[in-house]
């Protein structure tokens, strides 16, 4: 099966070899590990060390891992996100360093992509954000090459990454090992879908699936809110699309049945891929 799953489907908890099992006995073979803490102690070698033995034991793939937005929770909870376009200095550096240290992981495991979100929630357009979002992209990029790795910008909701900006961005610099995470849901957010797949095609690197019930970031399970996965599935098959599909639901009190359900989910979208080859 193509379609994988991103630990973000128990950020609300630590993550743990035990949950790792449970990804991969659900029926999983690929993830994509959500490196924000305290869900996933990057900065803890002993957790790094537990968590990627427990995927190998586990014969999971990681496709991708998530470049921490926040330094901690209690930071979240006050509104002081992590920025790579931030137009202060410190802080801008701040976030980029803070990412680098979780490329640790990658020296222990086998992964393909870096996602990283380009600004915050909400960010309008400003060309001094993206022209300091660039120079964090080169500088990531410098240290994501020896591991491998390729950077992959998601599409959030904000006006820096609406998709066609994204693919001009990157068409127009010299950045290089550098494309797309297209978050689906964030398109259908920003008024970017379906066009958003088409205008991003030749920079898709891997995906993040996830459903909204209207004009809301929830996360749902695909097939649980509005947006037409028929007609998604169609655009990517129209584009030749044939990397990875990470689903992204948000966590749940009721883990054990969130995750039945977005294995069925994953089913069916990989049942429409088959259906539409």
Avoid at 258 to 263: E, F
């Amino acid at each position: 099966m193509k379609i994988g799953l991103s630990t973000h489907i128990f950020a609300n908890r630590p993550l743990t070899p035990r949950l790792i099992e449970r990804i991969a006995r659900q029926g999983f073979q690929t993830i994509e590990l959500y490196a924000n803490r305290p869900h996933f102690d990057f900065t803890n070698p002993a957790r790094v060390e537990e968590i990627t033995r427990a995927i190998k034991e586990a014969e999971l793939r990681v496709s991708s891992i998530h470049a921490p937005f926040y330094s901690d929770l209690s930071s979240a909870l006050k509104g002081r996100w992590l920025s790579i376009c931030s137009v202060d200095e410190g802080e801008r550096r701040e976030a980029v360093n803070f990412i680098k240290r979780a490329l640790s992981v990658c020296e222990k495991i086998e992964v393909r992509y870096l996602v990283v979100h380009f600004g915050n929630v909400n960010d309008g357009w400003d060309e001094e954000m993206v022209a300091q979002g660039k120079q964090s992209l080169q500088e990531l990029e410098e240290s994501c090459r020896p591991l491998g790795l390729s950077i992959a910008i998601e599409n959030i909701v904000n006006q820096l990454s609406i998709p066609h900006r994204l693919a001009s961005l990157i068409k127009v610099s010299s950045l290089k090992g550098v494309g797309i995470c297209l978050d689906i849901a964030h398109a259908h957010l920003t008024g970017s879908l379906p066009e958003g797949i088409e205008e991003t095609a030749s920079y898709i690197l891997t995906t993040h699936l996830h459903d909204t019930s209207g004009d809301k970031d929830d996360h749902l399970i695909p097939f649980s809110g509005i947006i037409d996965w028929e007609g998604v599935i169609d655009k990517f098959r129209a584009i030749g699309y044939e990397g990875c599909y990470i689903l992204e639901p948000r966590w749940s009190l009721l883990a054990g049945r969130n995750l039945r359900r977005a294995y069925r989910a994953a089913q069916k979208i990989d049942n429409l891929l088959l259906s539409r080859g």
